[in-house]
């Protein structure tokens, strides 16, 4: 039992460290792609001692200096091998002099390499397994076991995508003021989407890749230490928050999901929604409101509705339409149309949504029909309701989903009908 | 996103590739040899496997004792699964570019066409919280 919290606190220890320790050897040698091989290795070999032996009394100096010394073994391997290939004169090239940023301070090193690992030249995929590598400090295994790929296939992506940065030079260090802006916003969308993915996967009763969900807020907490100032880096932490709270109500045991207006409101998470909508309240009136914030303050309105029918829907309904004034998102006019039938009725929620019949990124997509059915359905007429959430059940790829637009359906037809062929 | 590529392909098919010359069959096993080490260096291949014949294939049901009876295969059935590819992309349209790919597997001289592949998604995407 103690061995194991042991193990744990080693884990998370470790995950803490990692961004800083890679920071430094990146620093000193200039190899992101080599460097972060070594940080890895000294992760594992600490993982496997430390338990033994104990925690060393500087755990990062142990992990830097372990790390330092695969980086020279990588070095000399290199070079040795350069010189079987008549290249010698390319040694004087690979150990390269510590430069004035060797003062930078460490904590600005998780956001280089935040900022390096969610570079617009990746693919979001690409970005999201770099960014859990290198700055989560987690295992390829651990994240090729979230994703369900093999461990393989996984690491395959990470290589190509330490190749793709070491091609295009991003030097490692912050991006120009200019630049900044934008880049923050890559790696907030890549934190985001590590979010979705964790939190979207998670069930009751089973644990498949909700570590995702934490490690996205652990991520964001430190970005948002480290840039207090960036509202939207606020916004996205309160909105990571307050979605997590509801997280053990949204779906049953079995796995079914539950929308938001049937699910246990006892379930949810006390804690994450008062931090989140401390978060969000001290965020808003700072002025430059962007998506995560609206997003935030939405979840808040639900959050602090004891039941469904006490949800604020005029407050969502005023909130998604200035969401949909910044955001040309088809499914913020989605989410609109719903909180319109909430406040005006179900016929105004239904012309909101004949007016998104023809955009193209709607096109096939399970969405729309699912919200017409539940809006149908809202109006009394069941029989429509029947025919979209069969269309939505029909389009969507997720098993989940599907399930519970089939179930939907069947709810809503004769018994005889049902069972007919 | 996870899409599985099908290759289906009809009795006459296997009948016909049993019969290719030997060059022929020989640049069609190292093109699917290649294919399958490039997808797994991009890290888009998950899995890959091809098929035992349908002349081995056998329609199992259970009997009211729980216990199989098993049945040759229908004669009315018109296709058999021949391999696939379980690979994870970012969108149909790269699932589709990679079962372009796989389509240009060369056949004889005079063969019309590509080779066609099924692409379904696996219903491995994350759910929304519903309406």
């Keep these: 039992m103690i061995s194991e919290l042991i193990n744990v606190s080693i884990d998370e220890l470790l995950r803490e460290l990692t961004p800083h320790v890679l920071g430094s050897v990146v620093r000193k040698f200039r190899d992101f792609s080599a460097g972060e091989d070594a940080v890895q290795e000294a992760s594992l070999a600490a993982a496997v001692q430390w338990p033994r032996v104990g925690i060393p009394d500087n755990p990062r100096a142990w992990l830097t200096q372990v790390a330092f010394r695969r980086m020279i073994d990588h070095i000399r391997s290199e070079t040795a091998r350069r010189r079987r290939e008549n290249d010698a004169a390319l040694d004087a090239n690979f150990i390269v002099e510590a430069s004035a940023s060797e003062n930078a301070s460490s904590e600005d090193d998780t956001l280089v390499l935040l900022f390096m690992c969610c570079h617009p030249e990746l693919t979001e995929g690409s970005a999201i397994a770099l960014t859990l590598r290198a700055v989560g400090g987690l295992t390829t295994a651990q994240i090729a076991n979230a994703f369900m790929v093999p461990e ?55 644990l498949r890749r909700d570590d ?64 989140g909508v401390a978060l969000i309240s001290a965020t808003l009136p700072k002025g430059s409101v962007g998506p995560f914030q609206l997003q935030a303050a939405i979840a808040a309105v639900h959050d602090e509705a004891n039941s469904a029918e006490e949800t604020d829907w005029p407050q969502i309904l005023a909130l998604y339409d200035v969401l949909k004034r910044i955001s040309d998102n088809p499914m913020v006019r989605l989410n609109y149309a719903i909180a319109s039938a909430m406040v005006f009725g179900a016929a105004k929620g239904l012309e909101l949504l004949s ?67 | ?53 349908p002349q081995q294939a ?11 009876i098993t049945d040759g295969v229908f004669p009315e059935a018109k296709e058999f699964l021949a391999g696939y590819w379980l690979i994870d992309v970012e969108s149909a349209e790269q699932a589709y570019k990679v079962a372009a790919r796989i389509s240009l597997a060369p056949a004889p001289k005079g063969t019309p066409g590509t080779m066609p592949l099924e692409v379904r998604e696996v219903m491995d995407r994350a759910p929304d919280e519903m309406p």
């Design chain 1, 212 to 275: 995702l969900a934490h490690e996205a807020i652990r991520l964001s907490r430190i970005v948002h230490k480290l840039q207090p100032d960036d509202t939207e880096v606020a916004g996205l932490l309160a909105l990571m928050l307050l979605t997590d709270a509801r997280r053990n109500a949204r779906t049953s045991a079995e796995g079914d999901l539950i929308p938001l207006a049937q699910q246990d409101r006892s379930l949810w998470d006390k804690q994450e929604i008062t931090e």
């Design chain 1, 152 to 206: 393989a296939t996984m690491a395959q992506r990470i290589s190509r995508a330490k190749q793709t940065i070491k091609t295009s030079g991003v030097p490692f260090q912050l991006p120009s003021a200019q630049e900044r802006g934008t880049r923050l916003r890559s790696v907030l969308h890549v934190l985001y989407l590590i979010f979705s993915e964790g939190y979207a996967t998670s069930t009751g009763g089973e």
């Design chain 2, 58 to 68: 056998v329609i199992v049901r259970a009997g009211n004792d729980g216990q199989p």
């Design chain 2, 1 to 53: 996103m996870k899409y599985i590529l099908l290759m289906n392909a009809t009795k006459e098919v296997f009948e016909w590739y049993s019969k290719w010359p030997k060059e022929e069959l020989q640049a069609n096993m190292a093109f699917m040899r290649k294919i399958a080490a490039e997808l797994k260096d991009e890290g888009v291949l998950l899995q890959t496997a091809g098929l035992a014949w």
């Design chain 1, 355 to 421: 007016a998104l019949d023809n955009d193209p990124r709607l096109k096939n997509h399970y969405r729309l029909d699912a919200v017409r059915a539940h809006l149908l359905e809202l109006a009394g007429d069941c029989e429509m309701a029947v025919v979209h959430y069969r269309a939505a059940a029909g389009k969507t790829a997720s098993l989940p989903e599907r399930n519970y637009l089939l179930t939907q359906a069947a709810r809503l037809i004769a018994p005889e009908e049902s069972t007919s062929v």
